[in-house]
């Protein structure tokens, strides 16, 4: 099994994990929460391309192992004065990251990206990670797309523009392969990066519709129960007067023909008597 240090400068270049957060020891936990925030919001396997999902997984979850270990007081203490920590049971804990993660931040929000985004273009932060992926793959501007958030090859213009100015610093080495990039090269990168555009924005349509459905689904399902339930309220009401009626039928009382006494029917006979003669 790789080791947490080895995927850390695999990764992000760097084999302390205060490195990899980009913040100082002397960080308080407020600090350091946000500075994973920061980062695994960057490489969240929910907000990423298809192609570079696998990755970005991996690292999603070596920074959860990170911030594990620097968010508990004893195992940050353990790691400050040794450099040691229990990779087994770090391995184990974090086999769940996605839900760890969802117990320490709010659900991500498509504006909270794409704020996030305006505050990374241009940032100290930004060129960092454009010094890394420059230097890593010695000027490759396919690597450079595919290492650095929010990138693509609208950017160029802008990435060339930085890199250069670092050339000139004497802050990176000069790459042929980045000044002196083959024309095929660049219109190779185009197409591709036009392909997953056009096949995002399919799936993006395809996303809207099946929302449109679901909601028409939802909202026929709700008109059926409605009725449903009307027409149940009018059967009961049907059958609550039925027996409202036949209730008033059996308590209204009936006559009785009065039976005649001996002493008339007597009286009848000597009547009927009494005329014969």
Partial sequence: MTSLLDLCEQY???????EVLKIPRTANDKQVKKAYHQLSLLVHPDRVEESIKAEATEKFKVLGRIHSILSDS???????????????????????????????FKKISVEDINNYEKKYKGSEIEIKDLKRAYVDSKGDMDYILESVP????????????IIRDLIEKNEVPEYKA?????????QRR???WAKEAEE??????????????????????????????ARAGQSDKFFDSLIDKYA?????????????????????????????T
């Fill in 178 to 186: 980045f000044t002196e990039e083959d024309e095929k090269k660049k």
């Fill in 74 to 104: 004893e195992k940050r203490k353990i790691y400050d004065q040794s450099g040691e920590y229990d990779e087994e049971s770090e391995e184990v804990m974090m086999r769940n990251w996605a839900d760890y993660w969802k117990t320490l």
């Fill in 12 to 18: 992000f270049g760097a084999r302390d994990f205060y």
């Fill in 190 to 192: 185009k197409r591709k």
């Fill in 248 to 276: 008033k039928m059996a308590e209204k009382p009936t006559r009785k023909k009065s039976t005649p006494t001996r002493g008339t029917k007597a009286a009848k006979t000597a009547k009927k008597t009494k005329k014969r």
């Fill in 150 to 161: 929010f990138t693509d090859c609208d950017d160029e213009p802008r990435i060339h523009s």
């Fill in 200 to 229: 995002a924005e399919r799936l993006e349509k395809m996303l809207k519709i099946e929302n449109e459905e679901n909601a028409a689904a939802n909202d026929l399902t709700l008109a059926i129960q409605k009725r449903n339930q």
